[in-house]
């Protein structure tokens, strides 16, 4: 949903807008003398609403939009008055872990080269293996915790902190995607024989 | 002189001493010696600041003064050694030597020099530097409120100093090594808000033996690699409180638990995020004795590890000391239980960092029978609010912040949150709410529910939002909140307001000290009612809201009763503004521009004005114009 609508001077884009609001509730004409700052404005309905009620004096609330970049959300500065601190608690941290992801390497077996996939990105082990299997053209088989990947010549393991490959799905999903280090689709004998011993 | 004034405090010391035998020590120059001949007390000098004489046997008046003092001793309330001071002249001076605490709630009311001379044995400064709109940006970087004009006179004057309180003023690490080699006494330091320096700085001020107090609350604290907390005394420290939540920064976990280990005094603790729970349980088995804690990561993540390791959370349960609660950090719910044993003795419980939902607030609260102040995120939803409502009768302050700090995020409390808890807690005293959407139902059921607020803070995160249920400004809610709270002191407005609430504010609001507004009101009337009508207005702050200069100007019989004025984003010119610098030549009016330049033309942006005995301020940087 549109939310953000940047109005340049110079091109009266405005006049050729859409927008939402009553004909006539023209609230961005109010201009800095300097002229030269863009007015931005967020164009949430509520706010529209209220707007058009009441009219009279309010519509000048200009947005100080100092530090905000050009088309970006239209957030006020400032506004709502929270203390950066305490804003910055939860998103940087937040969006830091979602922006590093844990990407691994994904090898197959005779594939000519690797993939990177990123963990995180899914939310448990059918996701995952569905989505290599969609990557790597395969099927992989039925997975029991006795047997392993049952009915398929493929079998997807990952090499954990410690060095050793083990078989993808046996630990809780959190753990494997804080241990797991990178991924090996193994094919044919060697696929077989590990779920064989288990 | 100096040697004089050192010894009379010495002497005051010893407050029983009224005036028997040997050196009476006396304030000398009263007012009778130097009006019209007097009656002979007081022998030679006549010193307008404060001479001090020595006289062998005490005159009537003399003794009089010395009892003054020593009965002045005992005031602590600065309101009331203010009126203290307005008597008469002896008076205003007895009051002037016997102030230890100074209070100086604008920095650039008063220079140093002048507060210096006027007060000699201060122990202990509290001082407030920038005004509180700069907490959300609205203040450009390097406005002012520098410590160090403060700190170097009071390194000259003030030896025996032993408490600084900050908040809001610009810190560097200089300032702080020259507070800690310059006061050898000093025992209590709490930065609120302040920025500039680093941990380089902490570090100097750690090793100041008499140390109790270090406290840093909401500071930016530039990252650094300095230990600081390995520079604490040894063998023991007199440490009393430690809080140093807001250091982004690791710190060294060993030379932590060891300088607890050696601190028996310790009762306060609030530690930054990077000490998680396993840490944390080792660290709160050597401090059993804690009133006050803040736990840093309410997790084990970050120790790798152990990351298999359950922490064994039990050392909560023999803090049997323990009032106070916070931190929370990066909050495992599971490990919420923990913390059980101490809730029905908690008065103060703040999961402000901690996103937690209704059910796991519940869990907690349902034992926090005590609990008088509670700050929470609203992850917990009205139905933790109604939970809290059920429980905590004794409440008197509560605050709930958003996680979702956006206009138009996510609502998640609302209306049935305030009026949930205006019918639990009567006792209500102060709150600070924030929500998407409200009502005057709730807002006025909660002025009659609550006849004990002082504070109330409504923030409506949309600008100009209505009531979402009738449509219609939330001019009746606030005025209700004037009208019925009779002790209300501190007033912030929300939402969609005309100039029909700031009229019931002007009406009722009779006690009001302090006013936020933001993105309200319709015409000049609306600042012209608050500013005729609350006599008692010492601060006030406003944002976006449609005041111009008549407003401005009729509010010049009051200007000097008050400790500042905000307004951005409203309709002042420079005209206006001219105007009132010209009548008031006792306020300074600053006019600041962005950061690189002033503003041109004649509509200004942010204006700030405050009353000053020693005119406008001589480290005012280029963006700023003062009239």
């Known amino acids: 949903m549109e939310r953000t609508v940047t109005y340049e001077n110079d091109l009266n884009l405005k006049a050729t807008e859409l927008r939402l609001g009553l004909p006539g509730t023209d609230d961005s004409d109010k201009q800095t003398p300097s002229g030269v700052r863009s007015n931005k404005r967020t164009l949430s309905e509520t706010t529209e609403e209220c707007r058009s009620k009441s009219n009279s004096g309010t519509s000048d609330a200009r947005n100080d939009d100092t530090e905000t970049a050009p088309a970006a959300k239209a957030q006020v500065v400032g506004w709502p008055p929270i203390r950066s601190y305490r804003k910055n608690s939860f998103q940087p941290k937040k969006t830091e872990a979602e922006a590093a992801g844990i990407y691994v390497k994904v090898s197959m077996d005779g594939a000519p080269y690797l993939r990177k996939i990123d963990l995180k990105s899914y939310k448990g082990y059918p996701e995952l293996l569905k989505a290599l299997e969609n990557m790597f053209k395969f099927t992989i088989g039925q997975y029991s915790e006795r047997e392993g990947y049952n009915g398929s010549d493929y079998a997807p393991t990952y090499e954990d902190k410690d060095g050793d490959w083990m078989l993808v799905g046996d630990v809780p999903w959190e753990m494997f995607i804080s241990s797991c280090k990178r991924l090996r689709i193994m094919k044919g004998s060697e696929a077989r024989g590990l779920g064989s011993y288990v | ?627």
């Open chain 2, 1 to 627: 002189m100096r040697e004089n004034r050192t010894e009379m405090s010495e002497d005051d010391e010893r407050a029983t001493d009224l005036g028997g035998g040997g050196a009476v020590v006396v304030e000398a120059s009263s007012n009778k010696t130097r009006s019209f001949g007097g009656n002979g007390g007081g022998g030679l000098g006549v010193g307008i600041g404060g001479v001090v004489d020595y006289c062998p046997s005490p005159y009537p008046d003399q003794v009089l003064e010395n009892v003054l003092e020593n009965v002045l001793l005992f005031l602590t309330s600065r309101r009331d050694r203010n009126s203290v001071s307005l008597v008469c002249k002896s008076w205003y001076r007895a009051e002037a030597l016997t102030r230890t605490d100074l209070f100086i709630g604008n920095c650039y009311a008063v220079s140093p020099r002048r507060a210096i001379e006027r007060f000699q044995r201060v122990r202990s400064l509290v001082l407030k530097g920038k005004p509180r709109f700069a907490d959300f940006s609205l203040v450009p970087p390097n406005w002012g409120a520098h410590f160090f004009p403060w700190v170097s006179a009071m390194a000259a004057a003030y030896p025996w100093l032993e408490k600084v309180h900050l908040k809001r003023m610009s810190v560097t690490d200089d300032n702080l090594t020259l507070l800690a080699h310059s006061f050898p006494g000093f025992k209590e330091l709490v930065l609120v808000c302040c920025d500039g320096f680093s941990t380089a700085g902490l570090a100097a001020v750690a090793k100041c033996r008499q140390l109790r107090v270090l406290d840093l609350i909401d500071d930016e604290v530039i990252e650094d690699d300095v230990d600081w907390i390995s520079c604490f005394p040894e063998p023991v420290t007199c440490l009393e409180s430690l809080i140093f939540d807001c250091v982004e920064s690791p710190v060294n976990f060993e030379a932590l638990e060891r300088l607890v280990a050696r601190s028996p005094s310790l009762r306060r603790l609030k530690l930054n995020r990077h000490v998680n729970l396993v840490q944390l349980q080792r660290l709160m088995v050597r401090v059993p004795q804690l009133t006050h804690l803040g736990t840093g990561s309410f997790s084990t993540l970050d120790n790798p590890a152990q990351v298999d390791q359950e922490p064994d959370l039990s050392a909560f349960a023999t803090c049997k000391s323990l009032v106070c609660l916070s931190g929370f950090r990066d909050i495992v719910p599971d490990y919420l239980s923990a913390i059980y044993p101490v809730c029905s003795r908690l008065t103060s419980l703040n999961f402000s960092y901690a996103n937690i939902n209704a059910e796991q607030l519940k869990s907690v609260i349902r034992y926090c029978h005590n609990l008088q102040t509670l700050w929470v995120l609203d992850s917990v939803c009205d139905e933790g609010l109604q939970a809290v409502a059920a429980t905590c009768k004794e409440l008197r302050e509560l605050r709930v912040f958003p996680i979702d700090a956006r206009e138009d995020g996510e609502a998640a409390v609302s209306e049935v949150g305030l009026l949930a808890i205006s019918e639990g807690c009567s006792k209500l005293r102060s709150i600070l709410y924030f929500c998407q959407q409200m009502t005057n139902a709730a807002v006025v059921a909660m002025s009659r529910n609550c006849p004990e607020l002082m504070v109330f803070r409504l923030c409506i995160m949309g600008r100009h939002r209505p009531d979402h249920l009738t449509g219609e400004p939330m001019d009746e809610g606030f005025g209700a909140i004037v009208m019925n709270c009779k002790k209300l002191t501190r007033l912030a407005v929300s939402g969609l307001l005309s100039d029909k609430a700031f009229s019931y504010i002007g009406e009722y609001g009779k006690l009001i000290r302090t006013l936020s507004v933001a993105f309200a009101g319709d015409s000049d009337m609306g600042l012209t009612y608050v500013l005729k009508g609350c006599p008692k207005l010492q601060k006030l702050e406003i944002r976006d809201s449609p005041f111009g200069n008549s407003a401005l100007l009729s509010g010049l019989h009051h200007y000097y009763n008050m400790r500042f004025l905000w307004m951005s984003t409203c309709k002042l010119t420079l005209e206006g503004c001219k105007e009132v610098a010209q009548r008031m030549p006792h306020l300074v009016v600053e006019v600041i521009g962005d950061r690189d330049e002033c503003d041109t033309g004649d509509a200004i942006d942010k204006l700030y004005m405050y009353r000053s005995l020693d005119g406008p301020r001589a480290d005012a940087p280029p963006f700023v114009m003062i009239l």
